[in-house]
């Protein structure tokens, strides 16, 4: 406190003024992020309840989420898309339920097709830091010395955004064998 203000109750009042402003603050931020991950440049009065239904299908349907962010940009270049998306949902009725909103929303934007695509692709990375790569090259250098895991990880994970056919797999969340139910802060 003494840093904001050498009086301590003016330091007090400060302190209290910033974080009653920053809830309002944070939704504001994180919105604006949602948004560019859904394609869209301009806010309007309903994208939270847009975002908050995306966010809730997915989890309702266990979708990958990096995989969905990352296919929706699919969607937004084209229809055609879609396919992709649909794909990840246990109910595809439910992706396209939300996709009819998503769709008249970005009707209302002023960027279209390819170039929305390639905004999304900018935010929404293809490769994470995936629990089950990430054990399986700590597994390698530890059990046998063994650092090629790391070093591919390493290399995959430096360019997020970039789709290459040669690390595709990384792409893949666990398949059941290869989930991993315990994590450590060291990892």
């Known amino acids: 406190m003494p840093l904001i203000d050498p009086d301590a109750e003016r330091a007090a009042a400060l302190a209290r003024g910033v974080l009653e ?3 309002q603050c944070f939704l504001d931020r994180w919105l604006g992020v949602m948004r560019a991950k859904l394609g869209l440049g301009t806010a309007e009065a309903g994208d939270r309840e847009l975002v908050d239904s995306w966010l809730d299908a997915l989890h309702r349907n266990e979708v990958d989420f990096t995989l969905a962010f990352r296919r929706l ?6 229809a055609a898309g879609d396919a992709g998306v649909r794909a990840l949902f246990a109910d595809p009725n439910a992706y396209d339920r939300w996709a009819h909103a998503w769709r008249a929303r970005l009707a209302r934007e002023p960027s279209a097709g390819l170039a ?9 990375p293809l490769f994470i830091a995936r629990n089950h790569r990430v054990e399986q090259a700590i597994a390698a250098a530890v059990e046998r010395a063994e650092f090629t895991a790391f070093e591919t990880l390493l290399a995959v994970l430096s360019r997020p955004y970039e789709a ?10 666990p398949t059941p064998g290869e989930r991993v139910l315990r994590t450590f802060c060291g990892t």
């Open 73 to 78: 940009a699919d969607a937004a270049e084209s």
């Open 21 to 23: 402003r920053f809830p």
């Open 164 to 173: 290459t056919a040669r690390h595709a797999e990384y792409a893949d969340p």
């Open 116 to 124: 929305r695509a390639q905004s999304m692709r900018r935010v929404n």
